[in-house]
């Protein structure tokens, strides 16, 4: 049984904060906490968080260097040997190997991604394969091994 005496606020229905603006008796009154003038007492003040005061900022001091093309394309590095492991593990049946089979057997992250295939490892897999981009040594593998190979754009 509950005694009015011991009546207490519902668990996190009291906060402890300022009540800013609420007349002088309240200690916070006045300026509000904000001190006398300039920038940040103003009503919606907010500075950017690279601003330095009128200092010259960071990003603006240190040279710019380089160039960064937008329309270069970043390959995925797809390796002969990883395509033979595929074979061995039996995820190639057909002997097609595109994007879409990569991306299947878990070798590339998206289907539309651009892979090139590069020369390291052995193969000795018959593979006819559709690639955006392929190394000499790669080309040199795959035909030795009677594929061919396909470049899409």
């Known amino acids: 049984m509950d005694i009015l005496s011991n009546l207490t606020y519902a668990k996190g229905s ?18 509000s906490t904000k001190g006398m003038n300039g ?3 103003r009503s919606g003040a907010n500075k950017k968080a690279w601003f330095e005061g009128g200092q010259m900022p960071l990003q603006r001091r240190i040279p710019k260097r380089g160039f960064t093309n937008i329309f270069k394309i970043q390959y995925i590095a797809v390796n ?5 492991k595929l ?4 995820k190639i049946t057909d002997g097609l190997v595109n994007s879409v089979v990569l991306y299947k057997s878990g ?6 991604a651009p892979f090139k295939l590069l020369g390291d490892g052995e193969l000795k897999a018959k593979l006819n ?5 392929c190394s000499e040594s790669a080309r040199q593998k795959i035909e030795a091994a009677g594929g061919t190979i396909k470049i899409i754009k």
């Open 39 to 41: 920038q940040m007492s």
């Open 14 to 31: 009291k906060k402890n904060t300022k009540r800013i603006g609420r007349g002088q008796g309240s200690g916070h009154g006045g300026t």
């Open 107 to 112: 070798l590339i992250s998206n289907a539309n």
């Open 80 to 84: 002969v040997s990883r395509l033979q």
């Open 129 to 133: 394969v559709e690639t955006y981009a």
């Open 87 to 90: 074979v061995d593990d039996k």
